[in-house]
């Protein structure tokens, strides 16, 4: 929220109007669509994994300036597959920011299951056990 605090105060906007402005944009990024959980009850293995991932993509999304990560570990017994996209507007911060807010909803899932996904307005967050990159649409997603 810094960067757009910076950005308004070079448009000579008051101090107040600024904050006004922040808080409109981060109630938007931060606005969440819809969140889905795995009933399941994930192993130690998975949430040991979970964590290195998220680690994994935090780093890239921060150090690598990127808006899209993918992130797996195979270190432990049980295989988990990470990913996180930001919108291309954000800045570096933001996309953190956003990828920080979808990682707390899934570590306070209700079921913190083999899989779950969070969307925000902002951005977007998916942990599996099971290799889901290419796929298009979630199961009863589809169009047929």
């Known amino acids: 929220m810094v960067t757009l605090y910076k950005q308004a105060r070079n448009l000579d906007y008051q101090t107040s109007d600024c904050e006004v402005l922040t808080n409109k944009v981060a109630d938007r990024i931060f606005h969440l669509n819809i969140e889905s959980c795995n009933q399941y009850n994930a192993s130690s293995n998975l949430s040991s994994g979970l964590n290195a991932t998220f680690s994994d993509l935090r780093r890239q999304l921060l150090h690598d300036e990127k808006h899209f990560a993918t992130a797996e570990s195979s270190s432990h017994e049980e ?6 996209q930001c919108r291309n507007y954000l800045s570096t911060e933001d996309c953190v920011n956003c990828f920080d807010a979808a990682k707390f909803e899934l570590e306070n899932c209700s079921f ?3 899989g779950a ?7 977007f967050l998916r942990y599996e056990d099971t290799f889901f990159y290419e796929q298009t649409t979630l199961p009863g997603t589809d169009a047929n």
């Open 79 to 84: 295989m988990v597959f990470t990913n996180v």
């Open 112 to 114: 913190a299951g083999n």
């Open 117 to 123: 996904w969070v969307i925000y307005d902002g951005c």
